[in-house]
């Protein structure tokens, strides 16, 4: 039971509600019989949705490829904001991802590529690997190739801000959550169960 042709949907941009739209599709599929695969590519088990996914349906498949800290690169992030992040963030020179990190998603990939071709998976979500390719973490090139190579009736997502453009040129769907007001311009945190 299938999707038909299967899509290539992109959910990027700088507004908040990319991961919880997918995580919302995947609710969607799994009521309606379907499988789901859900990667998250820059992201440890530190998130509320680890707590109810892997429970929700035995046809749910949740895998974290991150680690506990986020990376970036030099004249990515203003000096404000690596002094709030502190040692939860690694950054790094132009050019140079942190190898450990390169590696840990290039196997990551290399699950979602047989995840695509295999067909054991109706709906894949590949949760930020935008913006793993944006910080060079991924080439677009093998994500390209990944995505060529699906299986004809595999949906896949993918989210995460600054999606190449590339990817949005080969993908069917493509959504932009804009931020237009955002409470943490007031100082708010990021809150859990909203957006952690």
Do not use: C
């Amino acid at each position: 039971m299938s999707f038909g042709k299967g899509y290539v949907q992109v959910y990027t941009g700088n507004g908040k509600g990319k991961t919880t739209a997918a995580i919302g599709l995947a609710l969607r599929a799994l009521g309606a019989g379907k499988r789901v695969l859900f990667l998250q590519f820059m992201k440890d088990r530190a998130y509320s949705e680890h707590n109810i996914l892997p429970h929700v349906s035995p046809d749910i498949t949740l895998d974290t490829l991150g680690k506990p800290f986020f990376v970036a690169r030099e004249g990515d992030i203003d000096k404000e904001s690596r002094e709030k992040w502190g040692d939860k963030i690694v950054i790094f020179p132009p050019g140079q991802p942190p190898r450990e990190y390169v590696d840990l998603l290039a196997g990551g990939l290399e699950m979602a590529r047989r995840a695509l071709t295999a067909g054991d998976y109706d709906l894949i979500v590949l949760d930020e690997i935008n913006v793993a390719m944006h910080y060079d973490l991924l080439a677009t090139a093998d994500v390209l190739a990944a995505l060529r190579g699906k299986k004809d009736g595999v949906e896949v997502v993918l989210t995460g801000r600054n999606a190449p453009a590339e990817i949005i040129e080969y993908a069917d769907l493509v959504t932009e959550m804009r931020e237009v007001k955002h409470y943490y311009e007031q100082g708010i945190n990021a809150r859990r169960g909203i957006e952690s």
